[in-house]
């Protein structure tokens, strides 16, 4: 088996398995939810911590959104909002999952770790794929998010990995920080080309 820095690799789900919405659809999103661009996305961001963790529904969290953003929207509003929303996030990055493959066939065990709310997750455990990460870690699940330490914890625990031996990608620099301070090697997340250039130069090499 080749030597590597690490033992496992993590992979984040949105914006890193999952291709990251163009600044077109984000605009077009924003026009569907009535909040120019910006401010809608650091709107959008800020008011996820309920939903992401499993304690509030899609109308809960597009509620508090509206109240956030001061405008109303009306219930037959938030369906197509959402039904545009999960579309966004179900494009898979075909780069990104190459990456992971590549990263298995060398010996180094690949996981996800992904703030993801409970009916986005339905739709993604429809992919086949899902099944070739050996660890799967999603926030709505645990009731944790990052950049919470407990979360990232519980994913070494599932891998029974040291966090020195890990590498983690992330597109969220606090998240990236975060799983830093547990000791993790852990990059923000650009490109796959970026990423694989990161593992290449970890495979094959004597890490102490």
């Given amino acids: 088996m080749p030597s590597s820095c690490w033992d496992a690799v993590i992979f984040d ?19 569907l939810v009535g909040v120019p661009q910006p401010p809608f996305f650091e709107i959008y961001s800020a008011t996820r911590h309920d939903y992401d963790s499993g304690r509030a529904d899609f109308r809960q969290h597009w509620h508090a959104f509206a109240d956030a953003a001061g405008v109303e929207l009306r219930p037959a509003q938030v369906e197509r909002i959402v039904g545009m929303e999960t579309l966004m996030w179900l494009r898979v990055n075909p780069e990104a999952l190459a990456l992971a493959r590549e990263i298995k066939a060398h010996g180094v065990r690949t996981a996800i770790l992904s703030n993801i709310p409970h009916d986005l997750l339905a739709e993604v455990r429809k992919f086949s794929w899902l099944d070739e990460f050996e660890v799967k870690i999603w926030s709505c699940e645990l009731g944790i998010v990052k950049p919470d330490p407990a979360i990232y914890r519980t994913c070494l625990d599932a891998l029974g990995c040291p966090a020195k031996r890990t590498l983690f990608f992330d597109d969220r ?22 990423a694989r250039s990161i593992v290449r130069a970890g495979m094959n090499v004597s890490c102490q």
């Fill in 13 to 31: 789900y949105g914006r890193v398995l999952s291709l990251a919405p163009s600044s077109a659809e984000l605009q077009e999103f924003a026009t």
């Fill in 173 to 194: 620099p606090n998240n990236v920080e975060a799983a830093r301070e547990l000791g993790m090697e852990a990059h923000i997340f650009e490109s796959a080309g970026q």
